[in-house]
């Protein structure tokens, strides 16, 4: 008779739990939240506030002279925020000029068929990047950049050339 009163005493308490006159509340993701700490990130961020102020200089002005101090793993910090900011003009601008590299207006276009797309995701997978550091195979005269990231147990790496002009490091894009 116990196991009976018991078996009906839950029962009874299950069907008082169905019956609740509030709706449990779904959890629910602030979307502002979200889209905020994504909008927040900047690859430069994290460069001195001088160096910020040549690099807002450069921007504004076009005077790429304000970058001679920068060294080549800002450089590449820089080139990946202009990917993000679409800023074709100043990514010429701090492009090696040599025999292959096209003119300014050829530039833009071959920039958009050939590699927009792949700085772009550069941009993205290594956005939380462990280490930016000049690779072992760098020359005086060239410097070979490298950004890394890990994820779990494995390891990215995206490596970047760069060569001395008129007393800036320049990428080399093409």
Known sequence: MVKKLVYVAVIASLLAACEAKEPAQQPTIDADIVKTAATDFSYVANLPSEKK????TFLNDGDIAVLQTFSPE???LIMLDLVHETRIDALYAITYQNSATPTKEKFEQQYMDLRAYDLLETHLMFRYYDQVAINEASTPDRQVVQLEISASNHNFAK???LQRQ???WKILLF
């Open 159 to 161: 490596t970047f050339a």
């Open 53 to 56: 102020e040549h690099y807002q």
């Open 74 to 76: 800002e450089m590449v």
């Open 166 to 168: 008129d007393g800036i």
